[in-house]
């Protein structure tokens, strides 16, 4: 790391370890905030759309249709940023048992466990506020088992770590992260600043807060993963959104050079407000797709109930329907535990599904058959316009 790409205004303390190293603590939050014209505006915004979100997810019937596919897209995208290449389809098919036992399926385990960490994360959150205790559990959840799992999962690291591409040192490194003493004060310090009484307009807190989790960078691996989770957590935890319905992570994969730069940008030059901006616009920019998305699935909900009005088991047929959109690549046994009925009962409904299009059969096999909802896949995981930063 070289100190002199650290400016003056730096919001943190440039120091040379014991070890002859240089390392980057940030300052404890908050720092001073230049309220401009433009982050008053995008705050604004940012707070419209997400309320906007929030409006339409307290009015969704059945919301538990949307939240898992919304979480499984998020952790898809989060887990991207950090180099794996698994998609939605992998995700469904590996929670499916469909991957060939000869398949490498480390990628998608990845995704897997952050799907489980967030699950993790929102029922603990019912008996234990976002904390220090919470993010280590959540870690534990999200390495286990996966690359990095001996990188002493569920612990904050004991030994120091660094920022950099692939194959730098310590010594060449982007940033190199505060040293253990300094790392537990910063952690012990945003966990003030979490639970602390604040002026502070949430969703810029929120962008505080990831900032500074990244540039403690408490964990050995997993800490961009941690730091998305922690966003999402607060959310909730704040009442600003009562279910993960945002994928926050969508905006910052497609605009990841941005997103690396702007939270640098702060480290050395105390660029606050470029960061803030690009976060808000985040949240302004995913808050607006996924009532696009709700808004598409619900009139393909109603199309498909008008079609299945006059089958005979209507009823059941409907309570298909709302499994697939909870889970839109499924097997037969799968939708037998869904729905609580016997295999050859669900097996009726999905070949009654399959026979008047809104199902298909996607592996060709005769036994271990997995089954696709072609129309309703493309809007939780195809691309939407979004617009740039």
């Given amino acids: ?25 940030p300052n404890p939050l908050p720092p001073t905030i230049d309220w401009s014209v433009l982050l008053i505006s995008a705050l ?21 249709i949307l939240v898992r596919p919304f979480m499984r897209q998020e952790a898809v995208l989060s887990s991207r940023i950090e180099g794996t290449r698994a998609s939605l389809v992998d995700l469904y098919n590996y929670e499916s048992a469909q991957l060939s036992f ?14 489980r960490a967030m699950d993790f994360g929102l029922e603990r959150l019912k008996t234990l506020p976002v904390s220090l205790r919470l993010i280590r559990e959540m870690h534990g959840i999200l390495m286990e088992g996966v690359r990095g799992e001996h990188l002493t999962p569920g612990e904050f690291r004991r030994s120091q770590n660094w920022i950099g591409p692939s194959g730098s040192t310590i010594e060449s490194a982007t940033v190199v992260p505060p040293p253990l003493d300094e790392m537990n004060q910063s952690l012990d310090a945003l966990d003030k600043f979490i639970h602390a009484p604040s002026d502070t307009p949430q969703l810029v807190r929120a962008g505080l807060i990831h900032y500074q989790f990244e540039a403690i960078h408490p964990f050995l691996d997993g800490n961009g993963r941690v730091g998305r989770l922690l966003v999402i957590l607060l ?68 199309a498909y109930q008008e079609r299945l009005s006059t089958e005979r088991a209507a009823a059941r047929l409907l309570q298909t329907l709302d499994v697939l959109f909870e889970r839109p690549i499924l097997n037969i046994r799968q939708l037998e535990a869904a729905l609580d009925v016997p295999y050859r009962t669900a097996q009726r409904y999905v070949e009654r599904l399959e026979e008047i299009g809104i199902l298909r059969e996607v592996t060709g096999q005769a036994r271990n058959r997995l089954y696709r909802a072609d129309e309703i896949l493309p809007v939780l995981h195809g691309s939407l316009h979004q617009s740039g930063t």
């Fill in 1 to 25: 790391m070289d100190p002199s790409d650290f400016s003056s205004i730096a919001p943190g303390r440039v120091l040379r370890t014991p070890k002859g190293y240089w390392s980057f603590v």
């Fill in 235 to 302: 959310l909730i935890e704040w009442r600003l959104i009562s279910q993960p319905l945002i994928y926050l992570s969508a905006f910052f994969e497609t605009h990841r050079l941005d997103y690396y730069e702007r939270l640098l940008a702060v480290s050395q030059r105390g660029a606050w407000e470029n960061w803030l901006l690009f976060f808000l616009k985040g949240i302004s920019s995913q808050s607006q797709d996924a009532i696009t998305r709700i808004e598409r699935l619900g009139r393909l909900r109603n």
């Fill in 44 to 64: 604004g915004e940012a707070e419209r759309n997400l309320g906007r979100l929030a409006s339409l997810a307290d009015t969704l019937p059945l919301p538990h």
């Fill in 102 to 115: 000869f398949e490498d399926t480390s990628d998608v385990r990845e995704v897997h466990n952050y799907v």
